[in-house]
């Protein structure tokens, strides 16, 4: 019996995904809500942007979706739900993020 894809694979291989405005990976900005893989090896990220007028979303998403099948070949599909709520903000991420983001 395979070994299940857990949360901590799954996020470790979206934080290979940067945010291309401000170069942190998703995971360090925050961006990422939920990620989980059921038995039959179809993972699920929940995440959001940090701007609903992202104009990078479509790209974003299938990065996520990419990065996800070419770091767990465990992994045999991918959904990316984007979300809204709830509304991502600055303390949502790293503190790392947040000094490099104030200008500290």
Known sequence: MEIPVTKEELYKAVSTVNDPEVGFNL???GLIYDAKCDENANA???MTL???ACPLHQMITQWVEEAVLREIDRVENVEVEVVWEPVWNISMATDEVKKKLSGN
């Open 27 to 29: 995971v360090e900005m």
């Open 44 to 46: 699920k990220i929940t």
């Open 50 to 52: 940090s701007t609903r």
